[in-house]
């Protein structure tokens, strides 16, 4: 009885941590997979913004060069945006800044600005874009992935893209607002001066980003397990590397002046780098999904696991306290049982009375045997 009782004890103190343990990995595979749905989410998000911030360089260029805007992409874009945000904007807290984004977008297509006027509005709403990307890439956890293959890819996708996309149109802006000449070539307007001065600045920041972009890529192609992320994306990367380098030819190792070699030239190369990074981020939102996918497949699956055996071992921490509290539950069921302490009453109170009747008895016989002695003595 003892051995069963220490069996039973042992038991529970063995699968009583068990349990808590599994308890505790399933609420931390539950969190992960918040995560990475959160992360889920804002690929979305993200990918719908990517062609809106295109569609905004258009827009700039289009109006920097007096010519009407293609309102009608424009609005494609804002749309497929304004459909993500109607589904995920609660979530990631993105309603305010997507209806300041809408209100500015609006205010510079009444005002229809042209030249350097242009350059500054559109610009402004650009900036609103790329401020909510980074915002999307925060509150849905991107920025923070934990994977170094999906982190490389987010990083490029996510946060350089479109800042290459909107470099890119800045620059072919400002070298048409420039006359295409150098920040010190004689001749030139305050306008046009300044104008080449920042066209300068931004053509080698796009030279940064494009590169920093590019390495962001190989670096996830050199570490990750995924078969599919280097041949989807390689080729795309490529153009778009032989795109931004005809934008911003590379300097040598000391460092050059980076001017443009004239407005139709960067007008065409700007365009290949929009089509080709547009491309590259579809492709790349793609694949950062698959693999987000393919990790929320894998912890569901621990997470079920995990439930079913801390179900299995609480069943055996029950079973085995059944069978240590058994010995006293059956003392306790005797103790319990009705009519006991009644019948035990009787017993006593029989016996009681037996003692009683063997005493008379015996009492009656002494009795007896001095009256026999007594007749004897008077004869």
Known sequence: MRRRVAAGLAAVAVLVPYVVTLALFAQRQTADLTFARDERDGVTYARALVRLVAATADGQSAAVAGRPVDTGRLTEARTAVEAVDARLGDSLGTGKRWDDLGVALDAVLDRGPTGTAAYDAWGQVVDLELALTAAVGDSSNLILDPELDTYYVIDAALTRLPRVIALSGRVSDLARLSGAAEHDAPGLTEAQRAAAGAGERVRSEFANEAAALDRSLRVAFGTTRSRTLGPALLTRLDRLRDASNTLAPPGDALGVELGSTGVAQD??????????????????????????????????????????????AAVGVLAAAWVAAGPRRRHEEADDAPGADDAGDGAAVDDLVLEAEELLAGRRLVRSGRALSSSRDAV
Not at 275 to 296: F, K, N, P, Q, W
């Open 267 to 312: 007008q065409a190369a700007r365009v290949q780098v929009r089509d080709a990074a547009v491309s590259l981020a579809a492709s790349a939102s793609g694949e950062i999904d698959t693999l987000l996918g393919t990790r929320i497949d894998s912890l569901t699956q621990q997470y079920r696991l995990a439930v079913l055996l801390a179900v299995l």
